[in-house]
């Protein structure tokens, strides 16, 4: 059983920064894909950013330009360093990690941007 340990999440103001780190364990087989989703309040989970073991990256547009997600592979961690946020960034955000045949998701930690 593979579980995912997410911690960074927090209250910041619109326009700051935050760092998302999420490391997993215990896995008997290779991680592959790893990413982040969120779910705003009231809505559906949806796609933040993902990255393969190789390092290539897949964006939501939302997220384009300000987001940049990374990953140690060495470690099984996946990082997701968040700049210029906005109050549409908050929500609980989910850390995803996917072997051969399962995914796996973080318990969720939260981000909310406001003054």
């Known amino acids: 059983q593979v579980q995912l340990v997410e911690s960074g999440g927090g209250l910041v103001q619109p326009g700051g920064s935050l760092r998302l780190s999420c490391a997993a364990s215990?896995?008997?087989?290779?991680?592959?894909?790893m990413g982040w989703y969120r779910r705003p309040p009231g809505k559906q989970r949806e796609l933040v950013a993902t990255i393969t073991t190789g390092g290539r990256t897949n964006y939501a547009d939302s997220v384009k330009g300000r987001f940049a997600i990374s990953r140690d592979n060495a470690k099984n961690t996946v990082y997701l360093q968040m700049n210029s946020l906005k109050p549409e960034d908050t929500a609980v955000y989910y850390c995803?990690?996917?072997?051969?045949?399962?995914?796996?998701w973080g318990q969720g930690t939260q981000v909310t941007v406001s003054s």
């Open positions: 215990g896995s008997r087989f290779s991680i592959h894909a």
């Open positions: 995803n990690a996917n072997t051969a045949m399962t995914a796996y």
